[in-house]
């Protein structure tokens, strides 16, 4: 008996040791970044513990390669807010997530590279992180609060946000940032591009940044290795190693090149 409580004691401290080590890991704000606020306990979830706080949409963040969010809600001035900061295995998922998240957008305060502001909620994706500031009233004030809270959590962001220009060549950067949704698995697909699914099933080991204009959709997509490429060939009937820099046609008419060494990107006229 005594043997079993303590291995369940050592797994407890073990876990709530990584619960510690995953809050000092964020960039959160804390008192020192406002004096005046009340705070409620930071919350911390890793792993499979996202599905105690968001259960219905953790799957999303799992697929695309989470690591922890710390949630923080406090009062500030005469607002209310709620921080959600959820570390990403890297920038790019930081951004896929961001990607397929962003609602409405009314403006892009330029405090980082991806932002996404309405009424109600500032989006941000800086480095590893994407960031969600939530505030009750939808007022002018509360607004303008969120983006002071989003400007003292980028401060403490040291790494490097995603570039995407390389998956895109020749489209504007500020297009790729604004417009295009980064997926790395079915539920990105569903939630970012729900009309291409036909072109990612059953495929794994991928990231494709899809961008859609009036004219035609493009998607660009970059395989882990070339057994995935060579799935996704089988998938649509193409012999991915005679693919060249060239276009060439597949089955349903669309065109297809290679961009980089196992790395496509199609191109889907708006007519087809």
Known sequence: ???VLFVFLSGLFTHLNTFSQIEIDFPVVTKQDLPEARFSPVRTFNGESLYGYIDGGADLYLEYGFTGVSVSEFAYQKGKYKTEIYKMKSPEAAFGIFSVSRFRCRTRPVIATYTCQNKYQLQICCG???ISIINESGSNADSSASIMI??????K???TSADLTSFLPGIPAEVI???SCLVKGRLGVVNGASDLEKYFSGLEGFTAVIIKTDRETLVSIRFDN????KKFGVLHSLETDKLSGTACKMKDGESVRKLYNNHLIIEILSSN
């Open 1 to 3: 008996m005594k043997k």
């Open 128 to 130: 590893q992180y994407y």
């Open 150 to 155: 989003g400007k003292k959590i980028i401060e």
């Open 157 to 159: 962001i040291t790494d």
């Open 177 to 179: 940032r604004n417009e």
């Open 226 to 229: 070339n057994e995935a490429l």
